[in-house]
Nanobody, 125 residues
């Protein structure tokens, strides 16, 4: 069982930055690929970024909407995964969720085994 807790959301103006954090319980954090997803009101949950258990940057995967603006990283010693979000746009407004998946990186929410409660990100224009 993995318990995930997100933090770092808030209200920011367009063009600003936020860093989301997701801390996991348990001693097997490095065996899980981690992903960030988001869900805006009235929309389906969508993939944002994912990182392998080792944290190798060469294995990071991003949605087109996140490329060149968002960076996913992890600190396995701290059981934490991060999402650095720069150049934020109003369309980035959503509840952001982190998720854990045993094994390979996935971009579909149904392949993830554990989810956090979400953190709200609101970008004003």
């Amino acid at each position: 069982q993995v318990h995930l807790v997100e933090s770092g959301g808030g209200l920011v103006q367009a063009g600003g930055s936020l860093r989301l954090s997701c801390t996991a319980s348990g001693r097997t954090f490095s065996t899980y690929a981690m992903g960030w997803f988001r869900q805006a009101p009235g929309k389906e949950r969508e993939f944002v970024a994912a990182i392998s258990g080792s944290g190798s940057r060469s294995h990071n995967v991003y949605a087109d909407s996140a490329k060149d603006r968002f960076t996913i990283s992890r600190d396995n010693a701290q059981n934490t995964v991060y999402l650095q979000m720069n150049s934020l746009k109003p369309e980035d407004t959503a509840v952001y969720y982190c998720a854990a998946e045993m094994g390979r990186i996935g971009v579909r929410p149904e392949t993830y085994d554990y989810w956090g409660q979400g953190t709200q990100v609101t970008v004003s224009s």
